[in-house]
């Protein structure tokens, strides 16, 4: 018994112990991100456009570019996340580490759907000073089924045109329409 406490006990140190050496390697790199912040050795992003504009192009037309940063501070770029506005634009394949003077890149695939302008951010999560870096991408899209159409060329009935329908107002009909 004494001896299944113990192997008990042990298992449930280590597993502790494992969790504090991942959490203080977390904090070793925000530490060492802001001591480098604050002696002036820090790595700087710098894009060679902030805004990819894909012009016009037909509705669900997927198009793709590649976003090129350098890193122009002292201290090594690290990338750990790239993130965009919604799901139908996709940023992959991203350079996680830059040396000083040295060139990273990442790809945003746009499945190219909407209705007029459209505008989506990329947001990248870095060590520079700011912590995360935003770049765009535009199109203007055309063919869409927005909300641009008239209700007329859509095939609907506007507001006005719509039959008026009755809702019960007694007690335990709530929700039912009466037609």
Same mark, same amino acid.
């Given at each position: 018994?004494?001896?299944?406490?113990?192997?008990? $006990?042990? %298992?449930?140190?280590?597993?502790? +112990?494992?969790? !504090?050496?991942?959490?203080?390697?977390?904090? =070793? #790199?925000?530490?060492?991100?802001?001591?480098?912040?604050?002696?002036?050795?820090?790595?700087?992003?710098?894009?060679?456009?902030?805004?990819?504009?894909?012009?016009?192009?037909?509705?669900?037309?997927?198009?793709?570019?590649?976003?090129?940063?350098?890193?122009?501070?002292?201290?090594?770029?690290?990338?750990?996340?790239?993130?965009?506005?919604?799901? $139908?634009? %996709?940023?992959?394949?991203?350079? +996680?580490?830059? !040396?000083?003077?040295?060139?990273?890149?990442? =790809? #945003?695939?746009?499945?190219?759907?909407?209705?007029?302008?459209?505008?989506?951010?990329?947001?990248?999560?870095?060590?520079?000073?700011?912590?995360?870096?935003?770049?765009?991408?535009?199109?203007?899209?055309?063919?869409?089924?927005?909300?641009?159409?008239?209700?007329?060329?859509?095939?609907?009935?506007?507001?006005?045109?719509?039959?008026?329908?009755?809702?019960?107002?007694?007690?335990?009909?709530?929700?039912?329409?009466?037609?």
């Amino acid at each position: 018994m004494m001896l299944g406490v113990s192997a008990l $006990c042990m %298992v449930a140190f280590m597993s502790c +112990k494992e969790d !504090a050496t991942a959490k203080i390697k977390s904090e =070793n #790199v925000a530490e060492a991100a802001q001591r480098d912040a604050n002696s002036g050795s820090s790595a700087v992003i710098e894009f060679e456009e902030i805004e990819h504009d894909f012009g016009t192009i037909q509705h669900g037309t997927p198009v793709e570019t590649v976003f090129r940063y350098t890193n122009t501070g002292t201290s090594p770029l690290v990338v750990s996340n790239i993130q965009s506005t919604c799901g $139908c634009t %996709v940023p992959s394949d991203w350079t +996680k580490q830059v !040396a000083p003077g040295e060139t990273g890149e990442f =790809n #945003v695939k746009f499945d190219g759907k909407g209705n007029g302008m459209v505008t989506k951010s990329i947001t990248m999560s870095t060590n520079t000073e700011k912590g995360a870096e935003t770049v765009r991408i535009k199109a203007m899209i055309e063919g869409g089924d927005g909300l641009m159409q008239p209700a007329a060329q859509s095939g609907t009935q506007s507001i006005m045109q719509q039959p008026v329908r009755k809702s019960s107002t007694q007690p335990g009909h709530e929700g039912h329409n009466h037609d």
